[in-house]
């Protein structure tokens, strides 16, 4: 029971040009929705994150929007950046449940000059 | 300032053997995590801990043990190691388990032959 669900394994876009990766969850209890980045042999790290009271957060490049009728949360990097090609995750957590995050399976994003 | 801290980074096990994951903390974070990530997959919950001597079982749990003396450790214990368990292991930290942001640590990863 896959409760957060990435269905795109890699996505492959030029330099300068927008970047969106997508992710769909099933758990209405869901209320914080979060993306972590992943280089090759490190942790993750925190990107950004979105309240279930918003439909949208901004960080410089980074936007994410959340549309919480359809269930989806997208996130948005322009311009795109070679040093943004990384595994991308998509993660949620309930506000009961201590901030355990369900992660979706990840969006490997390559960036090409 | 050293973060979330893992050891050993690399390790080949035979099955039935047992083996310790050491996870420390300098952040002073009550909450702590392993997470483990299989090709292709994301990060699935194996243990929390909410502060020191509380622990509580997370998605898949089999297979492992965990404990919490200290508020800066958080070691995993594999007893009887099978291929199964073959996986990168991620620790995390969080100063208050509500806004869902962790820290990780760089990650172990594990063969079990």
């Known amino acids: 029971d896959q409760q957060v669900k990435q269905n795109s394994p890699s996505l492959s876009v030029q330099e300068g040009r927008i970047s969106i990766l997508n992710c769909d969850y099933t758990?209405?209890?869901?209320?914080?929705f979060l993306w972590y980045k992943k280089y090759p042999a490190e942790g993750p790290t925190f990107l950004i994150s979105?309240?279930?009271?918003?439909d949208k957060n901004e960080d410089g490049r980074f936007t994410v929007f959340l549309n919480k009728s359809a269930k989806h949360l997208s996130l948005h990097i322009v311009p795109s950046q070679p040093g943004d090609s990384a595994v991308y995750f998509c993660?949620?957590?309930?506000?009961?449940?201590?901030?355990?995050?369900?992660f979706g399976q990840g969006t490997e994003l390559s960036v090409k000059p | 300032n050293a973060g979330v801290t893992q050891t050993p980074k690399f390790r080949i096990l035979k099955i039935g053997q047992s083996m310790t994951l050491q996870c420390t903390q300098d952040m002073n974070h009550n909450y702590m995590y392993w997470y483990r990530q299989d090709p292709g997959m994301g990060l699935k919950l194996i243990y929390y801990?909410?502060?020191?001597?509380?622990?509580d079982k997370g998605e898949v749990p089999n297979g492992y043990n965990v404990s919490r003396s200290t508020t800066e450790d958080f070691p995993l214990r594999l007893e009887l190691a099978a291929p199964s368990q073959t996986s990168v292991y991620f620790c995390a930290s969080s100063p208050d388990g509500i806004s869902g942001e962790l820290f990780f640590g760089e990650g172990s990863r594990l063969t079990v032959l």
């Open positions: 979105i309240s279930s009271i918003k």
């Open positions: 993660a949620a957590s309930a506000d009961n449940q201590g901030g355990k995050l369900i």
């Open positions: 801990s909410v502060g020191a001597g509380i622990t």
């Open positions: 758990n209405s209890m869901f209320d914080y």
